[in-house]
């Protein structure tokens, strides 16, 4: 087992039992988000639970829970050195040679997300729409019992973020823009300069955006909706069920006193019944008595001196 699993994990049910509350009984509204930095603390738990020994240079695909559908993570560790000669290709991000994670560190992750139709759930770019998913660079440091996030400065050539799957009409003159999340919430945009990608100097969270006369990038589907409908069912289910578990159990328990103090009345009055006792009365008050038996003196022999 991983040093700081059982945190990770604690970290993962607090979050997703708050999280199945306030989807549970909040209202559904277009305003509505959830806080991403939450979200790379759990991907960072799951990354680092997903297997107990991880090997360097092996990419690991995660696999996240029904609540996480439509979103994509995996993970790879790295050797500094390697990482300064060779760079990284990983998922969509080329990272190129002569970079390095800032603080410096022997071993560190690469972690990789991908928020597919969830995307404009976790982040805004207000009077802009989302043409493409938002994915995630996080770096963390090697230790699984005091994690810290890294970042990766491009000191030679920058880092190419590429969106092979968007579609854009060609006719549409709009001119597209890269936007950049930091993990406080502030975003930064540029221009796209290369068809399908983006350059960045550090990680961070990365998306293509436009102006909103495009069509938004589709909502998740019907199909998330109904698991999501059943999801709640779940969860009302799970604490009906709860509730009748603890009924259940004070019923037992008055029930069992009941035939316990029921018992000790028989027993008494059975008792009571066994010794019959004559009774006497002393002024007004009707007592019990017994009849007072004393052996009766004998002489011995007839001799008197």
Not at 9 to 29: G, K, M
Not at 36 to 61: K, M, Q, W
């Amino acid at each position: 087992m991983l040093m700081g699993s059982k945190k990770c994990r604690h970290i993962i049910w607090v979050t997703f039992f708050l999280s199945c509350i306030s989807r549970f009984f909040a209202q559904p509204t277009n305003n509505s988000s959830f806080d991403p930095d939450s979200l790379d603390d759990i991907f960072r738990c799951y990354a680092f639970d997903e297997v107990s020994r991880h090997l360097t240079g092996i990419l690991y695909n995660v696999s996240l829970p029904a609540n996480f559908s439509g979103m994509e993570l995996s993970f790879v560790r790295l050797r500094t050195r390697k990482f300064w000669q060779n760079g990284a290709n990983f998922s969509y991000f080329r990272i190129p040679p002569g970079n390095l994670p800032v603080p410096f560190v022997v071993r560190f992750y690469l972690v990789y997300q991908n928020l597919g139709n969830w995307s404009n759930v976790y982040y805004k770019v207000p009077n802009y729409t989302f043409i493409a998913p938002v994915v995630g660079l996080v770096l963390y440091n090697a230790s699984h019992s005091s994690p810290i996030r890294l970042d990766v400065g491009a000191n030679r050539d920058p880092i190419l973020v590429q969106f092979p799957w968007i579609s854009f009409p060609e006719n549409k003159n709009v001119t597209l823009q890269c936007a950049r999340f930091d993990a406080n919430g502030s975003f930064e945009l540029t221009e796209m300069t290369l068809p399908n990608a983006c350059v960045a100097r550090n990680d961070g969270h990365f998306t293509i955006v436009a102006p909103p006369s495009l069509p938004p990038p589709p909502s998740p589907s019907p199909v998330k909706r109904k698991k999501d409908g059943i999801w709640k069912l779940w969860v009302l289910g799970f604490g009906l069920g709860i509730l009748g578990m603890i009924m259940v159990a004070l019923f037992g328990f008055l029930t069992y006193k009941f035939l316990k103090r029921r018992r000790m009345g028989k027993m008494e009055r059975q008792s009571e019944r066994n010794e019959a006792l004559e009774t006497t009365w002393i002024g007004r008050s009707k007592m019990p008595s017994a009849t007072g038996i004393r052996t009766q003196p004998t002489i011995e022999n007839e001799y008197v001196p």
